[in-house]
T-cell receptor, first 114, second 110 residues
């Protein structure tokens, strides 16, 4: 167990729907990163939150949004889902923004859009 | 942005063989990690190694930051070593995420 918890592990939904993925970072970690892994794009950075504030955006679609709550858990919201959104979604956490010793990944949420 | 290239893309080994995986990166970094993605999709952190050498059991890694490359050594490979090995780098500045290579797919047969 990495200490980073992601739920649900699997999600099957229809095109046009909206889903929410949840991530709880390791105890003491203030940073949460979201990544998408698809067969054609590999592992792509989506968005980074640090202590409740958005710090950086990567290749995140406008249909996607995220937030980090006061208890430091984070949610990734995916709306108007398309077939191409099917992927593994990972979150990672790290302890320090500037002096991080490494990022630890959760086990991922496998999203299938049908 | 930083480019990360991993080689070889695929590797097939017999159990007990040794292997070396390479990661080249295009800019100076102060975060470099090796991950193993197992057949169930889980990303397991193997090493945090922005410079120097580390060893953990049959695995070891070396990063030569000045020459912008890192090597992952797997000795006496086992079937459980199969999966995809990723190198990821970052600058550890505010808001900098890890940039991943495309990975090396390792298949170990008994």
């Amino acid at each position: 167990d990495s200490g980073v918890t992601q739920t649900p592990k699997h999600l099957i939904t229809a095109t046009g729907q909206r889903v929410t993925l949840r991530c709880s970072p390791r105890s003491g970690d203030l940073s949460v990163y979201w990544y998408q892994q698809s067969l054609d794009q590999g592992l792509q950075f989506l968005i980074h939150y640090y202590n409740g504030e958005e710090r950086a955006k990567g290749n995140i679609l406008e249909r996607f949004s995220a937030q980090q709550f006061p208890d430091l858990h984070s949610e990734l919201n995916l709306s108007s889902l398309e077939l191409g959104d099917s992927a593994l979604y990972f979150c990672a956490s790290s302890v320090e923004l500037k002096y991080g010793s490494g990022y630890t990944f959760g086990s991922g949420t496998r999203l299938t859009v049908v | 942005g930083i480019q990360v290239e991993q080689s070889p893309p695929d590797l097939i080994l017999q159990e007990g063989a040794n292997s070396t995986l390479r990661c080249n990166f295009s800019d100076s970094v102060n975060n470099l990690q090796w991950f193993h993605q197992n057949p169930w999709g889980q990303l397991i952190n193997l090493f945090y190694i922005p410079s120097g050498t580390k060893q953990n059991g049959r695995l070891s890694a070396t990063t030569v930051a000045t020459e912008r490359y890192s090597l992952l050594y797997i000795s006496s490979s086992q079937t459980t070593d199969s999966g995809v090995y990723f190198c990821a780098v970052g600058k550890n500045q505010a808001g900098t995420a890890l940039i991943f290579g495309k990975g090396t797919t390792l298949s170990v047969s008994s």
